[in-house]
T-cell receptor, first 116, second 115 residues
Framework: AQSVTQPDIHITVSEGASLELRCNYSYGATPYLFWYVQSPGQGLQLLLKYFSGDTLVQGIKGFEAEFKRSQSSFNLRKPSVHWSDAAEYFCAVGSNYGGATNKLIFGTGTLLAVQP | EADIYQTPRYLVIGTGKKITLECSQTMGHDKMYWYQQDPGMELHLIHYSYGVNSTEKGDLSSESTVSRIRTEHFPLTLESARPSHTSQYLC??????????????FGEGSRLTVL
């Protein structure tokens, strides 16, 4: 069965510091991988996605993620965190059910706090 | 900015009441979804729809029901609310192809509290 693990429930970083959020997935075939961000009181917004090709993908707001098949990981990174990045981050894996409705499996999220 | 709207944003209601959470999108998306979100837990898919007159149950069993009479509208109903239904409900929609489907556009959520 597909699953997503985000080992870090809560992370605090200082503004300007680098950030890496971990995501491990379990899926038998080639996964489709996503990172979403949820600001307080808001819905989720797509940061970036990986389907195939270059394993380093760039997203919005200066985020990037690297797909490592050997480690079943898709970690999210940002070189310099801004206070506005404080939010909850969700990793998700999707599968292709033959072009019909395709479902995403989400991790439990990592809550990011940014210290001044 | 996504054009998907949920009402009400917050609802506090007594046990036994019937409630409907509204979700509307103006993007013409055929696929729509309802997720349930509890603190510290993953989002669970409870309902989805391929298009008009199509509804399916998701991975998490839910006592709620949904309907899809119009493309843009995907309401969720609880006939008799219970405290165990207290949660945040997120509506989402996506485009026609798998690569579009992966990008879900979410509403801001409806936080339901049942006393």
């Amino acid at each position: 069965a597909q699953s997503v693990t985000q080992p870090d429930i809560h992370i605090t970083v200082s503004e300007g510091a680098s950030l890496e959020l971990r995501c491990n997935y379990s899926y038998g075939a080639t996964p489709y991988l996503f990172w979403y961000v949820q600001s307080p009181g808001q819905g989720l917004q797509l940061l970036l996605k990986y389907f195939s090709g270059d394993t380093l993908v760039q997203g919005i707001k200066g985020f990037e993620a690297e797909f490592k098949r050997s480690q079943s990981s898709f970690n999210l990174r940002k070189p310099s965190v801004h206070w506005s990045d404080a939010a909850e981050y969700f990793c998700a894996v999707g599968s292709n059910y033959g072009g019909a409705t395709n479902k995403l499996i989400f991790g439990t999220g990592t809550l990011l706090a940014v210290q001044p | 900015e996504a054009d998907i709207y949920q009402t009400p944003r917050y609802l506090v209601i007594g046990t036994g009441k019937k409630i409907t959470l509204e979700c509307s999108q103006t993007m013409g998306h055929d696929k729509m979804y309802w997720y349930q979100q509890d603190p510290g837990m993953e989002l669970h898919l409870i309902h989805y729809s391929y298009g008009v007159n199509s509804t399916e149950k998701g991975d998490l069993s839910s006592e709620s029901t949904v309907s899809r009479i119009r493309t843009e509208h995907f309401p969720l109903t609880l006939e008799s609310a219970r405290p165990s239904h207290t949660s945040q409900y997120l509506c989402a929609s996506s485009g026609p192809t798998w690569k579009d489907t992966g990008e879900l556009f979410f509403g801001e959520g409806s936080r339901l509290t049942v006393l």
